[in-house]
């Protein structure tokens, strides 16, 4: 009776252990071909916005492949690899795709440098002097008309609550807030989200994400609304003016995005450079990792903001204002706010 | 990452019980995460599963220069069990800062997380104690949600053996 416990016990366990099997990955080879057809795939399966870009500019991401496959040879150098690689990325135009190498980063930043900075950090230095305050990595100050500025140049720091309060209650008098986002090229989306939440005194649809849920160019989960919650702390109350330009990007266009869900907010400058898409990164197989954009973030009407958001008052540098060194668009601003 | 395991086993004696055999189930808890500094929005990869196992474990007593030493060979696959998972391109910000679940807690079975734990060791009296020294294998993987995930871990481990009594006490 034991031993035919035993047997069966032994049988069951030998069955459990032959009914698993490897969960087998796709593997390429590390050479130049290797590398380039891992890439394609990776992308192929994982970018975000494949049908958005073939109705914008007509991108074929098999036409992509037919086009680059032929370029690659077991000859080529590491360099050689690279270039044609971040070539074939830059057919996908956008700021959140680059390809990084020991020796450099492939990347397409034509969404900013095709077009005038509008920004001048000299012109800057004349309205906040040196003795301004810094806090939560930003710098702040009270204008000489009574109206608040507060440089933020980047949403890769997280922001103390104890920061913003004390930022917001000396500008507090202030007439109007400037914000001013000029080249911020982003950071975390929960930064963003933070500064944001102290212009608002109630929840707030700002716009929608989804993510991929398989493999194919249109597998996506349904459209999750995005909802702003006004924080805890002090929250201003008073207008403010955003000042863009084309290299607001990523975490800041999404501020962007928020801010204008919300009352007493113009938006100055320029269009922004956009990048909608939440990134992830992969690696290929010779140990170069590449980033692209993964879940797509839409506007409050559905709209797709991946190439910028437009600004309420489009407004340029002038030169001839820089020459005085007058800053055009904190000049309009200033004039928004106090009339 | 810290892995907890609980077993019950029915066992059996041979050659004069030196050798053991003990077949069962364990049931195996794995809490932690893994870190890619290569990633960007999802650097550090959660590690959240429990597990069903069948699981046998053989055991010889031997002697060697007098001293008395245990050598143990365990083994346990899991058959079924549920496992935390991001749906295929979803982002931790979507599932810790919005909210969003989308197919998280994912149910497993031996087909979707074929996985494979192994120990080889020896016990060996040290003053009071017992210790056992050996070889860990541990094959985790997975394919849920369109995703694949390999975790191979060989390792050597060193513990402190106690062995406890259950006494019931009939009234």
């Keep these: ?339 | 990452m810290y892995s907890f395991g609980y077993g019950v086993h029915y066992a059996f004696g041979l050659l004069q019980q030196r050798l053991q055999l003990q077949v069962g189930a364990r049931a195996e808890a794995n809490v932690g995460f893994i870190y890619n500094t290569h990633n960007s929005n999802n650097p550090a990869q959660a590690r959240l599963f429990l597990h069903f196992a069948p699981s046998a474990v053989a055991s010889y007593k031997v002697r060697v220069a007098n001293v008395p030493l245990l050598l143990r060979y365990e083994v346990s696959v899991p058959l079924v069990g549920v496992m935390f998972s991001p749906n295929y391109g979803q982002s931790y910000y979507e599932i810790f800062s919005q909210g969003n679940y989308d197919h998280n807690i994912v149910p497993t079975t031996i087909a979707s997380a074929p996985s494979f734990r192994q120990m080889l060791t020896v016990d060996f009296p040290v003053l009071h104690s017992t210790v056992r020294l050996g070889y860990l294998g541990d094959i985790q993987q997975s394919a849920v949600n369109n995703l694949k995930t390999h975790v191979y871990t060989h390792g050597v481990v060193i513990g402190l053996v106690k062995r406890f009594t259950l006494i019931k006490i009939a009234p």
């Design chain 1, 1 to 339: 009776m034991k031993t035919n416990r035993l047997r069966t016990l032994i049988m069951f366990l030998t069955l459990c252990f032959t009914l698993g099997a490897c969960v087998d990955v796709e593997q390429y080879d590390n050479s130049p071909r290797g590398n380039f057809e891992k890439l394609w795939q990776i992308i192929d399966e994982n970018y975000c916005f494949f049908d958005y870009k073939q109705q914008t500019y007509g991108l074929d991401w098999n036409a992509v492949y037919n086009k680059y496959a032929p370029q690659f040879g077991d000859n080529m150098t590491e360099e050689q690899t690279f270039e044609v690689l971040s070539n074939m990325l830059a057919e996908l135009k956008d700021g959140h795709v680059n390809l990084f190498a020991p020796f450099d980063v492939g990347r397409n930043w034509s969404w900013k440098e095709d077009y005038p900075s509008n920004f001048s950090e000299d012109l800057i230095k004349k309205y906040i002097g040196t003795s301004y305050k810094i806090a939560a990595g930003m710098k702040y100050c009270i204008l000489n008309d009574n109206v608040g500025y507060l440089r933020c140049s980047t949403f890769t720091t997280d922001f103390g609550a104890g920061n913003l309060d004390r930022i917001l209650l000396y500008l507090a008098p202030c007439n109007g807030l400037i914000i001013d986002l000029r080249d911020n090229g982003g950071g975390m989306v929960s930064s963003a989200e933070t500064l944001a939440a102290r212009f608002t005194n109630k929840e707030v649809k700002v716009g929608y994400i989804q993510h991929k849920t398989g493999r194919g160019h249109n597998d996506f989960s349904p459209l999750r609304e995005q909802i702003l919650k006004p924080s805890n702390g002090l929250r201003w109350q008073k207008k403010v003016v955003v000042l863009t330009n084309r290299g607001v990007f990523s975490a800041a266009n999404e501020f962007v995005k928020y801010m204008l869900c919300l009352p007493n907010v113009a938006v100055v400058g320029d269009q922004t450079g956009g990048g909608a898409g939440l990134p992830f990164t992969s690696e290929l197989p010779n140990g170069w990792t590449v980033r692209f954009s993964a879940c797509p973030i839409y506007d409050r009407d559905g709209k797709n903001t991946e190439f910028g958001i437009a600004p309420t008052h489009p407004v340029s540098l002038n030169i001839l204002d820089a020459a005085s060194g007058k800053d055009t668009l904190i000049e309009y601003a200033r004039m928004l706010l106090v009339n």
